[in-house]
Structures are given as C-alpha cells and as structure tokens.
C-alpha cells in the first residue's frame, strides 16, 4: 500500500518540475519580451576587464548598463574611494547590440 503513493509524490514532484522548467523562460505578466528574446541563440558573454583592486573600499557592487551615459557614470562610482586602477575611461561596449554587467565585491582579506 505504500509504494503508490511513494508513486504519486514522485510523480506529482516531476510534474511540478516538468511546469516549473517550461514557464521560466516566459516574461512575467505585463512584460514586453526584447527583440530576439526566445530564439535559442546562445547568449555570448566577453570580459572586458577584470582586475582585483585591493585596498579599495565599497560594497557589492550588482549593476546593468544599457546606454553609454549610465555606464560613464558607473564607470566613475567604480574608480571612487580607491579605484584609480582602473583606466580613467570606461572599456568601449556597442550599445545599440550590447550591454555591460558589472559585478563587483569587497577585496578579500589574506589573513
């Protein structure tokens, strides 16, 4: 008598999953889906710089630029308290075909 429901939570489960995979890639409700967005083109990914900077003070830093004049000014916040580094301008990115992802963290200590 236990073996079918075992069954049935194990089939409920893949069920559920089997849902859950097929709606994630669909845009919320109210959303518009970009241009080209759900065409199975792989999403190609270049690093244009990455450098650790120790002595740098700052936070986590999670951010998208979508046009040149957010990415100049996210560029200065990422030179600011220690950054100087980092090249006085930003790398060149195509914005009408692309966008920069910066992700940052606080410099690790060694000890």
């Known amino acids: ?9 194990l089939t409920s489960a893949a069920t559920l999953l ?7 890639g669909a845009a919320p409700p109210g959303v518009k889906k970009p241009a080209g967005a759900g065409t199975g083109k792989p999403v190609t990914f270049t690093t244009v710089l990455q450098r650790s900077v120790p002595g ?3 936070g986590e830093v999670r951010a998208v630029a979508r046009d040149a004049d957010t990415w ?5 916040s990422l030179r600011q308290n220690g950054g100087d580094s980092l090249p006085p301008d ?4 195509n914005f ?10 606080p410099t690790q200590s060694c000890v």
């Open 1 to 9: 008598m236990r073996r079918p429901a075992t069954l049935f939570k």
């Open 18 to 24: 089997a849902l859950a995979c097929a709606s994630a």
């Open 56 to 58: 740098q003070s700052g």
């Open 72 to 76: 100049t000014a996210l560029w200065a």
């Open 90 to 93: 930003p790398p060149a990115v």
């Open 96 to 105: 009408p075909r692309e966008m920069a992802l910066v992700v940052a963290m």
